[in-house]
């Protein structure tokens, strides 16, 4: 029987790079994104019958229903991997973050992560070996200055895969966390609330690390394949894990001298 990967996120970056890792081990890709034109540049670049494409909000709860009864009604009712990905990439100081993009982020990188494990969890069920990857990030370690809201969910997400690992493991089901550093995908290019510089042009001004997609994705695969339920990935991410673990002041103290 042929895998299958169900991807949130899927129209560009991490989604992207990860259907095409899984579509070229001879895995059936499921994208989901509210970007259906991104949804179709990605199916293009997978072999033909590969990917079924389906427009998904996380933040509706019934859709996350009709959505996997869509995918699976073409898998044979069964999930290896629900790779809880959609993101949105945002920063900037509290006072200046308007309360509707706080509720946005929280909706979206929170709010969809759960509730695609809730809508995934039968199927993973009925699938032995599945496993929920769910994509944290390096903010879940840490959180600098100006970047309370996004590293609030990023340390959310890190939280609900600690929890559901333990949760789920009467049922065999394996739950990991990937937390990358720094990416180049389209959700830097936003500007950081207050500045009128984008998260991009922040990271490079900082002279930090861009981790390549294509690890991302490949970090996916041993994720699931592995121990470990975090996963750093990326030098960066490798770094803010161990700073955070054994020497949280040194980040602390780098994170006041940032913000002045």
Do not use: C
């Not at 599945?130 to 903010?139: D, F, I, K, R």
């Not at 900082?206 to 121990?227: I, M, S």
């Not at 030098?235 to 103290?253: D, E, G, M, Y």
Request: proline share 3%.
């Amino acid at each position: 029987m042929t895998k299958a990967i169900f991807i949130t996120g899927g129209g560009s970056g991490i989604g992207r790079a990860t259907a095409q890792f899984f579509a070229a081990k001879s895995w059936f890709v499921g994208l989901a994104d509210v970007n259906a034109a991104g949804m179709t540049e990605t199916a293009a670049l997978l072999p033909a019958g590969a990917s079924s494409s389906h427009i998904l909000d996380v933040r509706d709860r019934a859709q996350w229903d009709a959505v996997l009864a869509a995918f699976t009604a073409q898998t044979g009712g069964h999930i290896d991997i629900l790779f809880n990905n959609a993101g949105i990439g945002t920063g900037g100081l509290l006072a200046q973050t308007p309360a509707d993009e706080i509720d946005r982020l929280i909706d979206i990188n929170l709010k969809g992560m759960f509730y695609g494990a809730q809508a995934g969890l039968k199927y993973l069920m009925a699938t032995p070996g599945s496993a929920l990857v769910n994509t944290s990030s390096a903010a879940g370690f840490y959180a600098g200055p100006g970047m309370s809201g996004y590293a609030a969910t990023k340390f959310g997400v890190r939280a609900m895969t600690e929890s559901l690992e333990q949760e789920w493991a009467e049922h065999g089901i394996k739950v990991r966390a990937i937390m990358p550093g720094f990416i180049d995908t389209p959700l830097l290019s936003v500007n950081a609330m207050g500045s009128n510089r984008s998260i991009r042009e922040t990271v490079k001004a900082r002279g930090l690390e861009f981790t390549p997609v294509e690890q991302v994705a490949e970090a996916v695969w041993d994720a699931v394949h592995g121990r470990r339920v975090f996963l750093p990935v990326g030098k960066t991410a490798r770094r803010i894990a161990f700073l955070s673990r054994w020497f949280p002041s040194v980040l602390t103290r780098a994170g006041r001298t940032k913000a002045r």
